[in-house]
């Protein structure tokens, strides 16, 4: 039985938000490529659509891609803020910032690594940030799979929202036919996570 099967999780549904979001980034993508603009000023198409999702929320997250905080040259995906700060810097200090997230549509080779240094060197600036990883979708147990354990902090969280049993091998995971194609062949999973995410962004 593969991990996938093991996993014991609800089946994705074309009304779950997660599905929404799949087909969303498929679509920015799609878009983004035609216009020959595959990083406009909004960012990569998964963090626009994660971005969309998160303000529908009304979190007070920073607008802009790329954005930094005071003391380090690390480019971060988003920010949480704190309530009354301004979404539209390019800068922050570190007690203007409530959580740093990190967003991936899947996972690749040494990103795990990657990621714990960056949250390594933000940590070192005020050790009150929270480190949050959002990854769209994952086939679980991937070699490469971000989790809890591999980022080596309580402090350092990741959130996998979507559990697929393979990668389509035509599309990929931007081709909005490939995405339904796996629907259609429940080869997708509600992990839950999205929602355990909004809550820890909520808590304190």
């Known amino acids: 039985m593969s991990e996938f099967d093991r996993l014991v999780k609800p089946l994705l549904t074309e009304q779950d938000e997660e599905y929404q979001m799949l087909i969303e980034v498929a679509e920015e993508y799609l878009e983004q490529n035609k216009e020959k603009t595959p990083q406009n000023k909004s960012g990569k198409a998964t963090e626009i659509v994660i971005r969309e999702h998160l303000l529908r929320r009304h979190f007070n997250i920073t607008l802009n891609p790329n954005v930094k905080i005071l003391g380090s040259d690390i480019k971060n995906d988003l920010l949480l803020l704190r309530p009354t700060i301004n979404p539209n810097q390019k800068e922050y200090s570190p007690n203007e910032v409530d959580m740093v997230i990190e967003i991936k549509n899947n996972a690749v080779a040494n990103q795990s690594r990657i990621i714990k240094e960056n949250f390594d060197e933000l940590k070192e600036l005020s050790p009150n940030l929270r480190f949050g990883v959002i990854v769209l979708s994952e086939r679980k147990g ?23 049993r393979v990668y389509p091998e035509v599309g990929g995971l931007y081709s909005k036919k490939a995405i339904a194609d796996m629907l259609e062949k429940k080869e997708m999973k509600k992990t839950g996570e999205w929602e355990k995410f909004i809550s820890y962004l909520r808590s304190k």
């Open 142 to 164: 991937y070699t490469h799979e971000i989790t809890d354990k591999k980022l080596g902090d309580e402090k350092y969280r990741s959130f996998t929202l979507v559990s697929r």
